[in-house]
């Protein structure tokens, strides 16, 4: 996944649940897919999108660069937890490190586990109920569900800071 380095600008908590709902409405697709110059990630049982990205620092890795990058993001992630628990109750934490071990033991981790464990080390996820009042949008996948996840990752420290969304099918949640 990759975008400018430039960053994305703030695009509020309405957007970024509006963009949360286009991905929970997208049917999987069957083969892996990327669009919008790597923003968007998709492939069979999952899709993956960068809602927010700060600028990067590969001139200029200061505190005084990376930390206002860091609490904006922060700030977004925050705002769109809020919202979303509102919709459909306290999230439950995924501790990605578990999938960076076993691809790193030579096990691929199913997606977007694989790509989320190199960027993140947890995300905070919601398991909305397809057709609930709360969720018009969900779309029921063949495992019977899915989940919504947020997560803050960087791929190196001279990269961009991350604000993640991604979707997935609920088998391949732990618990």
């Known amino acids: 996944m990759t975008t400018d380095n430039s960053g994305t600008p703030p695009a509020g908590t309405e957007d970024g649940l509006a963009r ?21 990630s998709s492939g069979p049982g999952h899709h993956l999108l960068i809602l927010r990205a700060s600028q990067d620092f590969w001139d200029d890795r200061s505190p ?24 459909w109750g306290e999230p ?27 960027l993140a080390g947890s995300m905070q996820v919601w398991r909305p109920s397809p057709g609930g009042p709360d969720a018009p949008h969900v779309r029921e996948s063949r495992t019977g569900g899915r989940w919504i996840g947020l997560a803050v990752g960087q791929a190196d420290p001279e990269f961009p800071i991350w604000l993640l969304a991604a979707v997935g099918e609920t088998a391949i949640l732990p618990g």
Do not use: K
């Open 92 to 118: 439950g934490t995924v501790d990605l490190w578990p999938y960076l071990e076993e691809s790193q033991e030579g096990a691929p981790a199913p997606e977007p586990m694989g790509q989320l464990c190199n």
């Open 20 to 40: 949360i709902d286009g991905l929970l409405a997208l049917p999987f697709p069957a083969g892996e897919e990327s669009e919008d110059n790597g923003v968007h």
């Open 64 to 87: 005084e660069r990376v930390e206002p990058a860091e609490q904006e993001i922060e700030d977004e992630f925050s705002a769109l937890a809020t919202a979303l628990t509102e919709r």
